[in-house]
């Protein structure tokens, strides 16, 4: 199933019939920004819906995540810049660490956003009415895409809804 457009902003997901009581969604995914590709397709078995829910989280503070200090910043330099904050490992005191953590989490993407992401690190904000997704997998070189916010809203709202609809079909 594909939602959105590649050359833009997309989601691809297929639903693997892996039978549970609880409505649990297993499948393949990854998202695609700007024809790049974010996530591992062939990851099997993966649970759709523990990105189903970080996604959902992300609709959930999408207005939060207007930040006017990244405007002038490069994706490189976003990236850095969240990276360092929330994940780290530096001379900062643990208050300082806590600060970054309430500070910066919110721009988190889907780093641990579920198996297909295991090997990806990835962040959003938004800046004049663009989605910025800023990405890496492993040691690869970070990579930023500006997305329109209404089509990262509908894409994501799209596929969000087409995983309750297979929710149902799950057991």
Known sequence: MRFGNISTFAIDCVHEAIPNERGWVFGRMCIWA??????????????????????????????????????????????????????????????????????????????????????????IAIANGQVRILFTELSSEPVGVCVDVAEFVATVTEFLGWLKMEAKNAG
């Open 34 to 123: 700007g024809g790049l590709q974010l996530g591992d397709f062939e990851e099997p078995s993966c649970m759709l819906n523990v990105t189903g829910g970080h996604l959902e989280g992300v609709l959930g503070r999408l207005q939060a995540l207007e930040e006017p200090s990244f405007e002038d910043l490069t994706h490189a330099q976003l990236y850095e810049l969240l990276d360092r904050a929330i994940y780290g490992d530096d001379d900062r005191t643990p208050a300082q660490v806590a600060a970054d953590a309430e500070k910066y989490f919110k721009f988190d993407l889907l780093t641990n956003g579920g198996e297909s992401f295991d090997r990806f690190k990835s962040f």
